[in-house]
C-alpha cells in the first residue's frame, strides 16, 4: 500500500454536479526513481493510520504528476510517448512518458482561452504519417466548456485553427473517425456535428426525429463518443439521457440504442477483439455492464465493490484482461479482472472524484494516467511478489 499526501478546499464541477474539488497539493512532479520522497509501501490491505491516497492490490505507482489546477481530461499519444493533460482554465499541458520523465515539454494556451478561463473538456491526438506534410503532423484537437474546438500544433505552440459554432455556447467532448478525415463533437444541446478534418467545416449535425415516441437519437446532453475501431463510419455516443445511441455518420438519425447507462463523462469502450461495449455510469449500484456491440443486448453487470462503489465518470477496457473505471462518491479507480470481475487493485481515498483516465495500449499491462485533483497518478497493474 502506498500512502500519498493532499490538501482539500471545495468547488463545482463544471459538468454539472456539485462535487468535491481539491486544491494544490505540496507533491511536486516525480518519476518513480524517486517516488520515496512522498511514498511508502506498508503491505497489503487498508492502514489504521493512512492519511490521503493510497494504492491497495495489484496496481504500482509508476509517476506523479503536479499540474498548476485541477486536471480534466487527458489522452495518451498513438505510441505512448506523451500524455496531453486538460486542466480546468483551459490551458493544456502535454507531459514526456517515454521515457517516463514526466517532463511537461509544451504547454498550449492563446488569448481565447486565458479570456475565457473555462475548462478544456477533451483532448485527442491527431494521427500522423511521415509522409505527411509538416502541418499535418504532431496536432492535437481540443474541445472547451466555452464552446470553442482548437487544432494545436504542439511543438510550436501554435494554434492553427479554431471552431465556434454559433449553435453551442459549451463543447463537451469530441471523437475522430479511424479513417482521421472526421471530426465528431457534441455541445450543450442532443445533437451530434462532424467537421472535415481537412478543411475544419461542419459538413452534416445528427440529431432524433422530432417524433416523442422514436428513440433515434438524443434527448438530453452527450458526454461520450466513440468511433468502432474497425467498422468504418459507425459510432456510439452517450450521455444523461440513460442511452447509448449507435450512429452511422452518413445518416441523420441513430440506427438503434441500449437503454440504461446514464453517462456523465467519457465512460464508453469498445473491445473490437470480441465486439463488446463497456459502459459506466454515475449512480448508485451497478455502474459498469458490458454489452454485445452487434444486438446491443446485455451481456452482463459488473458487480458493484462492496465497501467502496464508485458512481462512475469514466471508464476503459485494460489490455486483454482487465477493465479500470474511476469517479465519485468513493473517490477512487479501480481495476477490475475481465474474467472473474474481481477486483485486482484500486487506487483509493482520493479527495477529488477521477474525472478523466487514458492507458496507452501498449503490451498486457499498459501505463495508466489518472487524473484527479490537480494531480495525474501514472499507475501499471502488476501482481505483488511473495
Same mark, same amino acid.
Given at each position: @500500500?502506498?500512502?500519498?499526501?493532499?490538501?482539500?478546499?471545495?468547488?463545482? @464541477?463544471?459538468?454539472?454536479? #456539485?462535487?468535491? =474539488? &481539491?486544491?494544490?497539493?505540496?507533491?511536486?512532479?516525480?518519476?518513480?526513481?524517486?517516488?520515496?520522497?512522498?511514498?511508502?509501501?506498508?503491505?497489503?490491505?487498508?492502514?489504521?493510520?493512512?492519511?490521503?491516497?493510497?494504492?491497495?492490490?495489484?496496481?504500482?505507482?509508476?509517476?506523479? %504528476?503536479?499540474?498548476?489546477?485541477? &486536471? *480534466?481530461?487527458?489522452?495518451?499519444?498513438?505510441?505512448?510517448?506523451?500524455?496531453?493533460? !486538460?486542466?480546468?482554465?483551459?490551458?493544456?499541458? /502535454?507531459?514526456? *512518458?517515454?521515457?517516463? $520523465?514526466?517532463?511537461?515539454?509544451?504547454?498550449?494556451?492563446?488569448?481565447?482561452?486565458?479570456?475565457?478561463?473555462?475548462?478544456?473538456?477533451? %483532448?485527442?491526438?491527431?494521427?500522423?504519417?511521415?509522409? +505527411?506534410?509538416?502541418?499535418?503532423?504532431? /496536432?492535437?484537437?481540443?474541445?472547451?466548456?466555452?464552446?470553442?474546438?482548437?487544432?494545436?500544433?504542439?511543438?510550436?505552440?501554435?494554434?492553427?485553427?479554431? %471552431?465556434?459554432?454559433?449553435?453551442?455556447?459549451?463543447?463537451? $467532448?469530441?471523437?475522430?473517425?479511424?479513417?482521421?478525415?472526421?471530426?465528431?463533437?457534441?455541445?450543450?444541446?442532443?445533437?451530434?456535428?462532424?467537421?472535415?478534418?481537412?478543411?475544419?467545416?461542419?459538413?452534416?449535425?445528427?440529431?432524433?426525429?422530432?417524433?416523442?415516441?422514436?428513440? #433515434?437519437?438524443?434527448?438530453?446532453?452527450?458526454?461520450?463518443?466513440?468511433?468502432?475501431?474497425?467498422?468504418?463510419?459507425?459510432? /456510439?455516443?452517450?450521455?444523461?439521457?440513460?442511452?447509448?445511441?449507435?450512429?452511422?455518420?452518413?445518416?441523420?438519425?441513430?440506427?438503434?440504442? /441500449?437503454?440504461?447507462?446514464?453517462?456523465?463523462?467519457?465512460?464508453?469502450?469498445? +473491445?473490437?477483439?470480441?465486439?463488446?461495449?463497456?459502459?459506466?455510469?454515475?449512480?448508485?449500484?451497478?455502474?459498469?455492464?458490458?454489452?454485445?456491440?452487434?444486438?446491443?443486448?446485455? %451481456?452482463? +453487470?459488473?458487480?458493484?465493490?462492496?465497501?467502496?462503489?464508485?458512481? &462512475?465518470?469514466?471508464?476503459?477496457?485494460?489490455?486483454?484482461?482487465?477493465?479500470?473505471?474511476?469517479?465519485?462518491?468513493?473517490? *477512487?479507480?479501480?481495476?477490475?479482472?475481465?474474467?472473474?470481475?474481481?477486483? $485486482?487493485?484500486?487506487?483509493? #481515498?482520493?479527495?477529488?472524484?477521477?474525472?478523466?483516465?487514458?492507458?496507452?495500449?501498449? !503490451?498486457?499491462?499498459?501505463? &495508466?494516467?489518472?487524473?484527479?485533483?490537480?494531480?495525474?497518478?501514472? =499507475?501499471?497493474?502488476?501482481?505483488?511478489?511473495?
Amino acid at each position: @500500500m502506498y500512502v500519498l499526501q493532499h490538501t482539500k478546499q471545495h468547488s463545482m @464541477m463544471p459538468g454539472g454536479h #456539485d462535487l468535491e =474539488v &481539491v486544491g494544490r497539493g505540496s507533491i511536486s512532479s516525480q518519476s518513480s526513481s524517486n517516488l520515496s520522497d512522498f511514498t511508502a509501501e506498508l503491505g497489503t490491505g487498508r492502514h489504521a493510520n493512512h492519511a490521503g491516497p493510497y494504492l491497495e492490490g495489484n496496481m504500482k505507482l509508476l509517476a506523479t %504528476i503536479e499540474c498548476p489546477t485541477d &486536471v *480534466m481530461c487527458n489522452r495518451f499519444s498513438g505510441d505512448g510517448t506523451l500524455l496531453a493533460v !486538460g486542466l480546468i482554465n483551459g490551458t493544456i499541458k /502535454i507531459f514526456e *512518458m517515454e521515457p517516463l $520523465t514526466c517532463h511537461c515539454l509544451h504547454s498550449l494556451q492563446d488569448e481565447e482561452t486565458i479570456k475565457a478561463k473555462l475548462p478544456v473538456t477533451q %483532448i485527442r491526438f491527431k494521427h500522423f504519417e511521415a509522409a +505527411d506534410k509538416p502541418e499535418h503532423k504532431r /496536432i492535437v484537437i481540443a474541445s472547451y466548456a466555452s464552446g470553442m474546438i482548437k487544432f494545436w500544433h504542439y511543438t510550436s505552440g501554435k494554434c492553427l485553427h479554431t %471552431i465556434n459554432d454559433p449553435d453551442h455556447s459549451q463543447m463537451l $467532448t469530441l471523437a475522430v473517425n479511424p479513417e482521421n478525415t472526421l471530426l465528431c463533437t457534441t455541445g450543450d444541446d442532443p445533437r451530434v456535428h462532424l467537421y472535415d478534418l481537412e478543411t475544419q467545416k461542419k459538413v452534416s449535425t445528427l440529431e432524433p426525429s422530432d417524433g416523442r415516441d422514436i428513440m #433515434d437519437g438524443h434527448k438530453c446532453r452527450v458526454f461520450a463518443l466513440m468511433y468502432h475501431p474497425t467498422i468504418p463510419h459507425v459510432f /456510439i455516443s452517450g450521455g444523461w439521457d440513460d442511452t447509448v445511441q449507435y450512429w452511422d455518420d452518413r445518416m441523420k438519425h441513430s440506427q438503434k440504442h /441500449i437503454s440504461g447507462p446514464h453517462i456523465c463523462g467519457d465512460a464508453l469502450d469498445i +473491445d473490437p477483439r470480441h465486439n463488446h461495449i463497456l459502459t459506466g455510469s454515475w449512480c448508485t449500484g451497478v455502474t459498469l455492464q458490458i454489452w454485445d456491440f452487434n444486438t446491443a443486448q446485455k %451481456i452482463k +453487470d459488473v458487480p458493484p465493490e462492496p465497501l467502496n462503489n464508485t458512481m &462512475v465518470y469514466c471508464c476503459q477496457w485494460l489490455g486483454n484482461d482487465s477493465i479500470i473505471c474511476g469517479g465519485h462518491n468513493h473517490n *477512487m479507480a479501480r481495476v477490475i479482472d475481465r474474467g472473474t470481475l474481481n477486483t $485486482t487493485g484500486q487506487l483509493l #481515498d482520493l479527495q477529488q472524484s477521477v474525472y478523466c483516465l487514458d492507458n496507452d495500449h501498449k !503490451g498486457h499491462h499498459p501505463k &495508466v494516467a489518472i487524473g484527479s485533483q490537480n494531480f495525474i497518478y501514472v =499507475v501499471r497493474e502488476e501482481k505483488k511478489s511473495n
